[in-house]
């Protein structure tokens, strides 16, 4: 009897080493995920930054060229107002440059537009994917933490069995004499 306990303790003992060791390989596992995770974030938030950046400097650009636009349109009207009683050959030749000008920057505000709103959507994307990416590295930690405290837990179980173990083994080892009488008695 005494050796079924004995074989019964080892096996419980042997059991939670086994879930020990498997605890600490999905630690590990987790933490390199989780270490790579991180770098993506870092890299994604990186391009979000430089796309960012290039969206701003677009969208000035686009004001200047806008503002350009609208200071000839400014002269135009004002050359079309004037043009009553002169000469039309010289104003017509203004005219037609100014409007060749404004037709150009018109050209060139609708292709920063779409431009704008092509990277504006990747832009949307890439938050997109790092918003996905964190939440993801959130729960990796979270696991995390419940493995951790599962191992502490784990731990705790087998010094506490292990340290029985020895009592129970020493209390029989003392006793055997005095449970050997009792049993012949």
Not at 113 to 138: H, P, R, T, V
């Amino acid at each position: 009897m005494p050796a079924e306990k004995d074989s019964k303790t080892n096996v419980i003992i042997i059991i939670i080493q086994i879930n020990k060791v498997n605890v600490e390989s999905q630690n590990i596992k987790l933490k390199n995920k989780l270490e790579l995770m991180n770098e993506e974030i870092t890299k994604l938030e990186d391009d979000y930054n430089k796309k960012y950046q290039r969206i701003k400097t677009n969208h000035k650009a686009f004001e200047k060229k806008q503002l350009k636009m609208d200071k000839l349109n400014k002269e135009y009207g004002e050359l079309m107002k004037n043009k009553n009683g002169e000469d039309e050959g010289e104003f017509e030749v203004v005219i037609d440059k100014l409007q060749f000008k404004i037709r150009k920057l018109r050209k060139e505000i609708r292709n920063k537009e779409a431009e704008w709103l092509a990277k504006k959507q990747e832009l949307a994307k890439k938050k997109s994917i790092y918003n996905n990416i964190s939440e993801e590295c959130g729960d990796k930690r979270s696991k995390k933490m419940i493995l951790v405290h599962k191992k502490l837990r784990l731990n705790s179980n087998y010094k506490i069995k292990k340290y029985y173990t020895k009592l129970f083994k020493i209390f029989f080892n003392q006793n055997l004499d005095v449970i050997l009488m009792i049993i012949e008695y």
